[in-house]
């Protein structure tokens, strides 16, 4: 949820591109070898409760090829924010373990 939410930062995405930065995020460098991409099935779940709980706006544009955007709500950005300390606190504990490791 987390990682969805955190691309949803920059603004409205359209969902084929939100599942595309999800996944390029999570296969960076350091995020680990076993990180499996993110299905569809994945995204549809997380975005739907997402929606459910208030932090996420879906849109969807009418038209032959319907497109569905999603965005964050006040809530959602909020929600991301109180993380962010979180976030780091994790990144700052997996490169201290590294270290460690290579030591």
Avoid: C
Avoid at 45 to 57: D, P, Y
Avoid at 91 to 98: L, S, T
């Amino acid at each position: 949820m987390i990682a969805v939410l955190a691309e949803l930062a920059v603004g409205e995405v359209q969902y084929k591109e939100l599942l595309a930065m999800v996944n390029e995020a999570e296969t960076r460098p350091g995020n680990g070898a076993d990180v499996r991409p993110l299905s569809d099935q994945s995204l549809t779940q997380t975005l739907k409760r997402a929606v459910e709980h208030g932090l996420v706006i879906r849109r969807e544009e009418p038209g032959q090829i319907k497109k569905t955007f999603y965005r964050l709500t006040a809530k959602g950005e909020s929600g991301l924010l109180s993380t962010r300390s979180l976030i780091q606190w994790a990144q700052e504990f997996d490169e201290d373990e590294a270290d460690e490791e290579s030591a």
